[in-house]
C-alpha cells in the first residue's frame, strides 16, 4: 500500500508513541532482555500496512511505497475467516501499522516456502518495534496472546526456544484460539479431547511404532469429526479421516474412546485412521521433528506441537514437545528404569528395559514412552493403566506376544541391537518430559 508524504512524516515524528491498548505489562513481558544467539543480519523498515497476524507489507528504501511483503519467523495465525484472524490482525496493527521497526534474521535474505495461495515466497524476519522505549517482538507478542501456533524453524535459532514457550504457556492458558469456543463450538461441543503425539519415526517400517497421534475423548458427548484437521505446527493441514475406502462413514468417538491417526498408509476404521492418502506423491513423509532424548546438551532445541481444530479452526485439542512449561510429572521419582543390552550372547532375545514401581501405592504408566538404541516404544498397547507397588512391566526386543506386562518388538537374528559398550533407556511423557533413565558402559543419563 503506497504512503503519501504526510503519513510517512507523521510515522517519524511518533516512533516513539505508544497504543493505549498495549498494557505495560505485556509491553514487559515481551521484551527482548538478551542478547541473539548469534549476530542477527538486521534492516529498517516502515511498516505501510498489517495483511494479518503474521504477515506484514514494508517499505525499506524510505521512497513511501511498499517494495516487500514479510512473513513473521516462529509463528502461523489463521487465515481470512478462520478463527482468530480478525483478532490477531487487529492485535498487530496496533503494534505495528505506520512504525518503524527492525526486521532480523539469522539467514541472510532467508525466505520461507511458497504457501497455499501465495504467488511467490516471502522474505522471513523477526520483527522488532519500539514501544515506550522497549523493544517488542511481533511474532511474541501474537504468540503470547494465544493467536497463533508455533512455528519452529531450525535455521533460525535465535529467540526460537522463546516463542516455544511462551506458545506453550498461552496454550496451557487457554488464551485466544486456545479457549476451545473463541468462535463457537457447535461442532460437538460437549466432546473434550486429550492429545498425546508420538513425535519420534525412528523405527521405519513399524505400524506400531511411526508417527501417530492418539486423540481421547475425555468428554461427555460422542465426537463427530467431519471437516476436522489436524496440523503440525507448519502450515500444511491433515484432514481428519471419516470414511472408509469404500466411502462409509467411519462413525463417532464416543466418551472414553481413543483412536490413532497415523502418518502412513493402513486400513481405515473407526478408532485406526491413517493420513496416508493426503500426500501427494503417495510416499509418507515425517511431519515432526524428533528430539535426541539421550542428549542433554540437544535437549530442549527442537520442539513442535500437534493440533486438532474443529472446522472453525478452535484449537480443541493439542500437545507441545520438547517441553516448555508445567514439566514436572507426579511419577518422576517413583518408576525405575533398568537397560539390559543383552550380554549373554542370545541377541535380541536377552535385551530389554524394565520399567519397576518403587513406590508405595499404583503409578499410572499408559501414557509413557520408552526411548533405547533406535527404538521409541509408546506404552499403550497391552500395557496396564497402572503399575502396582513392586510390579514391572517389560520392553523386549525379541520374539514373544504381547500382553499387559511385555512388549515385544520382534527383532529377529542373532545380533543384538542395544550396543553393550555404552547406552541409555529413558522413559519419558509424550511432550518429553523424562520420568527416569538408566545408563551403562560410556552412557549417560539425567533426568532433567
Request: charged share 20%.
Amino acid at each position: 500500500m503506497p504512503m503519501n508524504a504526510m503519513s510517512f512524516g507523521a510515522a517519524l515524528r511518533r516512533r516513539a508513541a505508544t497504543a493505549a491498548t498495549l498494557t505495560v505489562a505485556v509491553a514487559a513481558a515481551l521484551l527482548v532482555t538478551a542478547p541473539p544467539a548469534f549476530a542477527e543480519y538486521k534492516t529498517r523498515a516502515f511498516v505501510t500496512r498489517v495483511l494479518d497476524g503474521d504477515t506484514i507489507e514494508v517499505d525499506t528504501n524510505r521512497d513511501g511505497k511498499t517494495d516487500q511483503t514479510i512473513r513473521f519467523i516462529g509463528v502461523d495465525t489463521n487465515e481470512k475467516n478462520q478463527c482468530g484472524y480478525a483478532a490477531a490482525t487487529r492485535l498487530q496493527k496496533r503494534l505495528l501499522q505506520g512504525r518503524w521497526v527492525t526486521l532480523a534474521t539469522d539467514v541472510k535474505n532467508a525466505v520461507g516456502q511458497v504457501e497455499d495461495g501465495e504467488g511467490k515466497a516471502r522474505p522471513l524476519r523477526r520483527v522488532y518495534v519500539k514501544r515506550n522505549g522497549k523493544q517488542i517482538d511481533a511474532t511474541a507478542h501474537v504468540l503470547a496472546a494465544g493467536l497463533g501456533l508455533f512455528r519452529g524453524d531450525d535455521t533460525q535459532p535465535t529467540r526460537m526456544p522463546r516463542y516455544h514457550a511462551t506458545s506453550y504457556k498461552a496454550a496451557i492458558a487457554g488464551k485466544g484460539i486456545f479457549k476451545g469456543d473463541m468462535c463457537g463450538t457447535k461442532f460437538s461441543p460437549g466432546a473434550k479431547f486429550q492429545v498425546d503425539l508420538q513425535w519420534s519415526d525412528s523405527v521405519k517400517g513399524r505400524k506400531l511404532y511411526d508417527e501417530h497421534v492418539r486423540i481421547t475423548n475425555v468428554g461427555t458427548a460422542p465426537a463427530n469429526f467431519k471437516n476436522w484437521v489436524i496440523r503440525p505446527g507448519g502450515k500444511r493441514y491433515f484432514r481428519v479421516p471419516t470414511v472408509d475406502a469404500a466411502g462409509r462413514s467411519l462413525g463417532t468417538l464416543a466418551p472414553g474412546e481413543t483412536m490413532r491417526i497415523w502418518v502412513g498408509h493402513g486400513t481405515q476404521s473407526r478408532l485406526e485412521r491413517y493420513l496416508g492418502s493426503q500426500w501427494s506423491n503417495n510416499k509418507v513423509g515425517q511431519l515432526w521433528p524428533d528430539i535426541d532424548v539421550f542428549k542433554k546438551s540437544t535437549w530442549g532445541q527442537k520442539g513442535d506441537g500437534v493440533y486438532l481444530l474443529d472446522p472453525k479452526r478452535n484449537v480443541r485439542g493439542f500437545q507441545m514437545y520438547g517441553c516448555r512449561a508445567r514439566c514436572g510429572n507426579p511419577a518422576i521419582g517413583k518408576l525405575e528404569v533398568k537397560g539390559n543390552p543383552g550380554k549373554g550372547g542370545l541377541g535380541p532375545a536377552d535385551e530389554w528395559v524394565r520399567i519397576r514401581n518403587i513406590h508405595t501405592a499404583a503409578v499410572r504408566v499408559d501414557r509413557f514412552v520408552v526411548d533405547v538404541a533406535n527404538f521409541s516404544v509408546p506404552l499403550t498397547e497391552g500395557a496396564p493403566l497402572s503399575l502396582n507397588p513392586g510390579e514391572s512391566m517389560y520392553v523386549r526386543m525379541g520374539h514373544g506376544t504381547t500382553t499387559s506386562h511385555e512388549i515385544f518388538l520382534n527383532n529377529g537374528g542373532s545380533q543384538g541391537v542395544i550396543p553393550n559398550g555404552g547406552g541409555q533407556a529413558v522413559l519419558r511423557t509424550y511432550p518429553g518430559v523424562k520420568i527416569g533413565c538408566n545408563s551403562w558402559g560410556s552412557g549417560s543419563c539425567t533426568v532433567r
